[in-house]
């Protein structure tokens, strides 16, 4: 749950009732269960951040293009986008608790394989797998959750998700630096994936004793015409958008835009037909006749396209154009961690409740705002700018993006009815993913471009500045969307 505070994802495609009840045992040790969870969701956002401030030393082990470097965060974003629904699904056919293990296992054996990658394809490859694994565990959360905790409970666990969420999506290219800067044992930018390795360990064992299992009781089955449609659609539109530069943009990259809106146009129809005849789509059909959640899902877009991709070219930035160490740079980034914390807990306690949608605006302008100074800042400083000069505007810009994702999630289902929340968070979270690998792709390439012909400087300054629009373009999209979030504890 690409990069941000993400909603703990669906256990199915409609939120389907469960079958087994949770023992005794996995009842009473329910908070263990959570944190287990926690920690998986924990490697899912670090591991979707913390790549880009390496980019730069992994590259300089392998060589390769800039391509590679958009590619080694894509891939990941890309494959958990395209598998997340399917995975929510797979978990009411074979058990969550079965998929959450598979899922931990295969993850933790991907993190161990790109550490030891030999070359630029083999890391690249080893991403995908990581996010396809990502895919199967991370969206049967919601399920485990509902199956271990009462109804009285649930607020609070759902509600520890924000704070940690988005403190591990920030806090990733911090952690990345210093890994990477610290060189332990010789192993430089290899720390970033083999830290995965314990932590998955400890998961899957205790996953093992905690965690209940439960399956849908629908009789769902899995939707392959549906997964394989959306699957291409998503490939057609990001793969030209990452691979067009470096190639010249050929004709075909052309098409593949041209061809991606009809292919997941007729994903919608093909789900809509499907559950017409009584079957089991991957995606509740009624969602896309909702206006306030379609606009949610352009406002979503928007906000994590702005989001991953400045994350991206500014960790680039900070090393190609600054000249900054991986450790300085992932330093420099604290005041945005810092400022992301205080924001999102302004927002989920006292101003989310109060003011509803007018404070995702406010802080969706506030960062359009936030990233423009910082953009000017760039300008006006060139290639002698310290971290002290950046410090003011990283700041707000995290304080920012905390006042705007502490209430996104909550709005953005709160005009669904309560049987189509289990699907709408699980398209929510698929866009999220989706949103950060076309704001990796198109950023990544404006950014790319412009350096080879202009600079690092004017480079950066250009694709902050549309980020900033993105962010703007979000504020304005909002205004469709739901005034308030539900009562709390509502729809879960």
């Known amino acids: 749950m690409n990069d941000t505070e993400t909603l703990p994802a669906p256990d199915a495609a409609t939120a389907p009732a469960d079958t087994e009840k949770p023992s005794s045992a996995a009842h009473r040790l329910r908070w263990f269960g959570l944190a287990v969870i926690l920690a998986v969701e924990i490697m899912d956002l670090l591991d979707a951040m913390i790549v880009g401030i390496a980019s730069p030393s992994i590259r300089a082990d392998f060589g390769g293009s800039d391509t590679q470097i958009q590619w080694t965060t894509a891939g990941y974003t890309l494959a958990f986008a395209v598998l997340m629904i399917t995975g929510a699904r797979l978990g009411d056919i074979v058990g969550r608790k079965r998929m959450f293990l598979l899922g931990t296992f295969g993850f933790t054996a991907m993190s161990a394989l790109c550490a030891a990658a030999v070359n630029a394809e083999m890391l690249i490859a080893s991403r995908a797998a990581q996010g396809l694994f990502a895919a199967l565990v991370v969206p049967q959360g919601l399920g485990l959750i509902k199956q271990m905790f009462p109804p009285k409970e649930l607020a609070a666990a759902f509600g520890a998700f924000g704070p940690i969420m988005g403190l591990s999506a920030v806090g990733g290219p911090v952690l990345g630096g210093w890994l990477t800067g610290a060189d332990l044992f010789g192993l430089g930018w290899r720390t970033i994936f083999l830290i995965n390795v314990p932590l998955g360990v ?4 205790a996953a093992l004793r905690v965690l209940p299992e439960s399956r849908s009781a629908s009789g769902s089955r899995l939707d392959l015409p549906g997964s394989a449609l959306l699957s291409t659609g998503m490939l057609l539109l990001i793969f030209p958008l990452i691979q067009g530069r ?3 943009w050929p004709a075909w990259c052309y098409a593949a835009l041209a061809a991606a809106l009809p292919v997941l146009a007729l994903f919608g129809w093909y789900q809509r037909r499907l559950a017409a005849r ?5 995606v509740e059909p009624g969602l896309f006749a909702n206006r306030a959640f379609v606009s949610s899902l352009g406002v979503g877009t928007l906000f994590f396209a702005g989001m991953s991709g400045l994350m991206l070219i500014l960790t680039l930035y900070l090393q190609l154009g600054l ?5 300085h740079a992932g330093t420099s980034m604290i005041p945005w961690a810092a400022g992301m914390v205080v924001g999102a807990i302004l927002s989920g306690a006292v101003l989310g409740p109060k003011f509803g949608r007018k404070t995702l605006q406010a802080g969706l302008v506030m960062m359009g705002a936030a990233v423009s100074w910082l953009a000017w800042t760039i300008h006006t400083g060139g290639t002698s700018l310290s971290s002290w000069d950046l410090l003011a505007p990283l ?3 995290g304080f920012a993006m905390g006042i705007a994702v502490g ?3 909550d709005i953005a289902i709160a005009g669904v009815t309560e049987e189509q929340t289990g699907s709408a968070s699980g398209v929510m979270n698929a866009n999220q993913q989706l949103g950060a690998s076309i704001g990796v792709a198109a950023l990544g390439t404006v950014f790319f471009s412009t350096a080879a012909s202009d600079g690092w400087t004017a480079a950066g300054q250009w694709a902050m500045l549309l980020s900033a629009g993105a962010f703007v373009l979000a504020a304005a999209a909002a205004l469709m969307m739901p005034l308030k979030a539900r009562p709390e504890g509502a729809g879960h």
């Open 202 to 205: 400890f998961a899957l064992l």
């Open 246 to 248: 470096e190639l010249g």
């Open 323 to 327: 000249g900054f160490s991986p450790m």
């Open 407 to 409: 209430p996104f999630f």
């Open 395 to 397: 700041l707000l810009t």
């Open 278 to 282: 009584g079957g089991s789509p991957l």
